[in-house]
């Protein structure tokens, strides 16, 4: 499969984004889906997760309350709704699918790679204070 990840942008503090992750090449359904984000001179960490059907979700206790994650597998597409932005969000996202992990495992692929994981390019994320 390969993943396209869009949406970033420059927003300000209490300003919501909507990132897109369009996925090719596979069956889409057969993927767990998560989402990370880096921000400078910092380690790749997890932000959400959602299962191959979308009725399981896991978020990071940073996002959580604010952000949404969600999946259109009629258009191989998984979405990161994030809402009331601060400027700890800033950072670049990048969506990751999976085809053995679980939700509760995505949030472990940094720390235990898999052989199945695919990345897609990052969107940067800046929110202003």
């Known amino acids: 499969v390969q993943l396209q990840a869009s949406g970033g942008g420059s927003v300000q503090a209490g300003d919501s984004l909507r990132l897109a992750c369009a996925a090719s090449?596979?069956?889409?359904?057969?993927?767990?889906v998560g989402w990370f984000r880096q921000a400078p001179e910092k380690e790749r960490q997890f932000v959400a997760a959602i299962s191959k059907s979308g009725d399981t979700t896991f978020y990071a206790d940073s996002v959580k309350g604010r952000f949404v994650i969600s999946r259109d597998n009629a258009k191989n597409t998984v979405y990161l709704h994030m809402n009331s932005l601060i400027p700890e969000d800033t950072a670049v996202y990048y969506c990751v699918a999976d085809p053995r992990l679980t939700v509760a495992a995505m949030p472990l692929l940094m720390k235990t790679p898999t052989d199945f994981a695919t990345w897609g390019q990052g969107t940067l994320v800046t929110v202003s204070s």
């Open positions: 090449g596979r069956t889409f359904t057969n993927y767990c």
